[in-house]
């Protein structure tokens, strides 16, 4: 009885993570979720775009909202969509424009309520490429240039998160 106990225990111990009762994660502090969203922004109004960005956490709740003065009405809903496409579907919305179109397998992504494959949205990996937010861009001229303003955002707290 007591090899036995012995087993279990010993198999128990040596149990993957992957088999673990409790999962562990990361996410963004407030701090740095609203350091991209600002430097995003940023980014657009030296561009000459008025904006909104929106970071959210890696499971699409929204952590930081900034709109800059004469962004559109628009770009809450539009920033928000882009940032939980992104971490709900772990790939830039950009991507996702061009797979979901009318005809490709992916295009039934299109009927659903929150998604938006649209560039501007991006995911958020720290040093080890695990995802830990997402960052979604609305307002400049074009899908492209959202996304150029989401890469600043994310590259204004790179050194923080490489870790």
Same mark, same amino acid.
């Given at each position: 009885m007591r090899t036995l106990a012995l087993a279990l225990a010993f198999a128990a111990g040596s149990a993957s993570a992957q088999d673990s009762a409790l999962v562990d994660f990361q996410v963004l502090t407030p701090e740095l979720a609203l350091k991209a969203a600002v430097a995003a922004m940023e980014n657009c109004r030296d561009g000459g775009y008025q904006v909104g960005v929106t970071v959210v956490d890696r499971f699409g709740l929204p952590q930081a909202f900034v709109r800059d003065r004469f962004a559109g009405l628009h770009v809450y809903e539009t920033s928000r969509r882009k940032a939980w496409t992104a971490? +709900?579907?772990? $790939? !830039? *919305? #950009? @991507?996702? !424009? $061009? +797979? *979901? @179109? !009318? #005809?490709?397998? +992916?295009s039934g992504i299109r009927h659903l309520s929150e998604a938006l494959p649209l560039g501007g949205g991006l995911m958020i990996n720290e040093g080890g490429g695990a995802m830990v937010a997402g960052i979604g861009v609305s307002g400049a001229p074009s899908p492209e240039l959202d996304e150029v303003c989401a890469e600043a955002g994310i590259a204004a707290i790179a050194d923080e998160i490489a870790f």
């Open positions: 971490v +709900s579907f772990r $790939a !830039a *919305t #950009g @991507e996702l !424009a $061009a +797979s *979901t @179109e !009318a #005809g490709q397998i +992916s």
